[in-house]
């Protein structure tokens, strides 16, 4: 009851605009489990639904807007693992930029020199399978678990497309 009475005296939150930009269907053979999607905007969260590291990775906090998916292949569920999609939108590019450079230096330290930077795409294997990740503009989308590069670049290609501002028509 006390619940209730909260939630009635609140203002109504629409649901959060990247949740509305997710795909059921983002790679053909793969389908979105509904039951994993998670909307989030603390490392914290994110690591009880897919863990990364005890460190925020990914710069996440009250700015952004973070979600992760997991997708199941159509055929023979439980044969391959899930592949786990998350998609950050951040404020701004630079921050993005910022974030992703500090994931790469963190997440992938063996695949750095000391005189390079991260590209804004790119997919390496690691113990786990392929994981992947592109930033464009403020929109950053990392995928892991994929069992092979080129179902990590569909996800990348299409989460990333999906989220891309579009234009809006000129009178």
Not at 5 to 13: D, F, K, L, R, Y
Not at 43 to 68: K, R
Not at 91 to 117: I, N, Q, R, V
Request: aromatic share 8%; glycine share 4%.
């Amino acid at each position: 009851e006390l619940g209730k009475t909260i939630a009635h005296g609140g203002p109504q939150h629409l649901a959060p605009r990247i949740l509305k930009k997710i795909e059921k269907n983002i790679s053909p053979s793969w389908t979105l489990r509904r039951d994993r999607l998670c909307y989030f905007r603390s490392h914290l969260v994110l690591n009880l639904c897919y863990f990364l590291s005890n460190e925020n990775l990914l710069d996440l906090d009250l700015s952004v807007e973070a979600i992760h998916s997991e997708f199941e292949p159509d055929k023979n569920p439980g044969r391959l693992p899930p592949i786990h999609l998350v998609l950050i939108l951040y404020p701004d590019s630079s921050s993005a930029g910022k974030a992703l450079e500090h994931f790469w230096k963190t997440y992938l330290p063996e695949k750095k020199d000391p005189l390079s930077t991260a590209s804004d795409s790119d997919f390496h294997q690691i113990e786990d399978g392929w994981m992947g990740y592109r930033r464009a503009g403020e929109v950053l989308s990392l995928v892991f678990e994929c069992p092979d590069r080129e179902t990590a670049l569909r996800f990348i290609n299409s989460s990333t497309n999906n989220l891309q501002p579009r234009e809006s028509p000129h009178e």
